[in-house]
């Protein structure tokens, strides 16, 4: 069974923003774009925190065992003192996103060798103690989510979607007038444009 | 707010294009993509097929009683060998040998056809090797590693373009 991080953007949204915020950034947490942004900031911050030696809680990894240190892969990956659960570098860049829900994503490392390495660290496992990577604290989705989908964001998305709105128009025009009812932007999406523009 | 028109937008792709697909940044990775497969294999291991789609990491084949004896005998050179681990290094040179040749948006790693101090060429060293042992191909975990690889790199091309 897959090694599995389910973050939920919503949860994010309403624990960290203003309510302001939340109107505005509401229906942007539902776009496929956000949320695989989001889900790939996540892994990198925990790839990231990983390579630095430090597990999900802040805390310090163990050390590598000195039989580990004296060890010809040891050698040959060129490895320092300095722990980063990274020898080959496959389990990290096999963190991939496994789904997306509404407004949540779930990322994970799903099946063969790489998925029992990373619950050897996780969980520990015969020597090996437990070096548990498998996690990002609140405030740090919230920074990402922040970064993300901050209102400048916004608002630079609601310029390209304005001038991707006249695009549309001037096609319609081009293809013989305007029709409201082809139009690819809904009445909801009007919406959420004028909230934005209210920001 | 400032404005983006399309033309902005076509400059901006081109710009981050050209820096993570460019010759020089697919140099460096085909130099990571050669390293991969060095290190795997001077740790012991290569791929159970070097001709399939998808080849998984195998232990490459033992080496034979009588070789690890002529090792002995003879001295082993390169770095990282032994006389009595399979790890294809004798003298390091096939290995060391790897080629890497970028233009922009692909790069080729290869065995190129250069004379080595016995004779043979690593190439000619590489056919008769791969038989038993084969080991020149990038498994499904390490093709990932390249992707993150050029994700990282466009990621901090965007960075830097935006």
Redesign the interface.
Known sequence: MAIKLTLSLSKVLADNFTKQQRIALAPLIRSPQIKNEFAQRCIDRIIERTNSGIDKRGDTFAGYSSAYKKSRRFAIYGKSSQVDLKLTGAMQASIGLLSTDNTSVTIGIDGGLEEDKARGHIKGANYLPVRDFWGLPEEDQAAILKDVVSIQNAEESLSVLQDLLGVVAASAILAGGADTNTSELSNADLAILSELEDQ | ??????AD?GKFLDDVQRSVFGKETMQVVGEQIAD?VK??V??GYGVNSDTADKPS?RKLAPLSESYKKARKRLGVTGS?ASPV?SNLTNTGQLLDSFSVKAKQGEVTVSIPNTQRKDGLTNREVADYVREKRPFFALTS??V??V??II?DKI?TSFKKNL
Request: glycine share 0%; aromatic share 4%.
């Open positions: 707010m400032a404005e983006k028109t399309l937008i991969i290190k795997r001077k740790s990491q990282f681990i975990p390490e990932k590693i992707e993150q994700r990621r």
